[in-house]
């Protein structure tokens, strides 16, 4: 027996940079330009075939960018090279690095609703877009009394267009190297993951009958800007 329960398919492209300057400083970057299509859910149940559509997973970019530096002070660097121990042991050894992630939103899905509008008119310019207003609702009946039962459906199940709120984050870290003897080393470290506390939002309400419908209501994770601090001895 042969069972057809839908098929996905999915395509991208990916470019790498990475460039190494002297002095102890690199860079580097990734970007990812994807499409994740599928068709396992109908419309409606007398469907002959699954809805086409954007999978919930479809994410279009996400862009990596990397980059250290030794901080240019203390023995073997290009500032207070002939600096003392001591100097050395406070000014010399540190470097720096620093992660940046940025990941478009998942497409925003809505159920069987009734839409009187353009859904070109759905989506919000970037800079006018805020929790309390994520897309626009005009053109959505809202009126519990007049939503539909039996229906044939024709209103898609997501738009690539309209996404939920995408991903934007730091990681910094900090490293102190103390030369204790030629082949015993201390490393002590700083990290700080989501260094800059950005707030990772959930998606807005889809439901036309609900108060907060449009609206932003929480984020997807509680924790955020989380600081270790620990050492590692090498020899």
Request: no cysteine; aromatic share 14%.
């Amino acid at each position: 027996m042969t069972i057809n329960d839908g098929f996905s398919w999915y395509h991208a492209g990916t470019v790498r940079l990475e460039r190494r300057f002297a002095r102890g400083f690199s860079v580097g970057g990734h970007w990812t330009w994807s499409k994740f299509m599928e068709a396992v859910e109908r419309l409606n149940p007398q469907d002959l075939h699954p809805h086409h559509v954007i999978s919930p997973q479809d994410r279009p970019h996400h862009i990596a960018l990397n980059g250290m530096w030794e901080l240019p002070f203390g023995k073997g660097r290009a500032w207070a090279n002939s600096s003392s121990r001591w100097v050395d042991a406070v000014a010399g050894g540190w470097s720096i690095n620093a992660i940046y992630q940025w990941q478009s939103g998942a497409p925003i899905g809505f159920g069987n609703v009734i839409y009187r509008g353009n859904v070109q008119d759905m989506v919000i310019p970037y800079a006018d877009r805020a929790v309390r207003g994520w897309f626009n609702t005009s053109g959505f009946e809202r009126d519990p009394g007049k939503q539909l039962e039996n229906n044939l459906r024709t209103f898609p199940l997501r738009f690539t267009g309209l996404r939920a709120d995408g991903w934007n984050n730091w990681d910094i870290s900090l490293y102190k190297t103390f030369a204790i003897t030629e082949r015993w080393k201390l490393q002590l470290r700083a990290e700080a993951v989501d260094a800059l506390n950005h707030a990772h939002f959930s998606g807005p309400n889809t439901a036309p009958t609900n108060t907060l419908f449009g609206t932003v209501n929480g984020t997807i994770w509680s924790e955020q800007r989380k600081i270790t601090v620990a050492a590692r001895v090498t020899f």
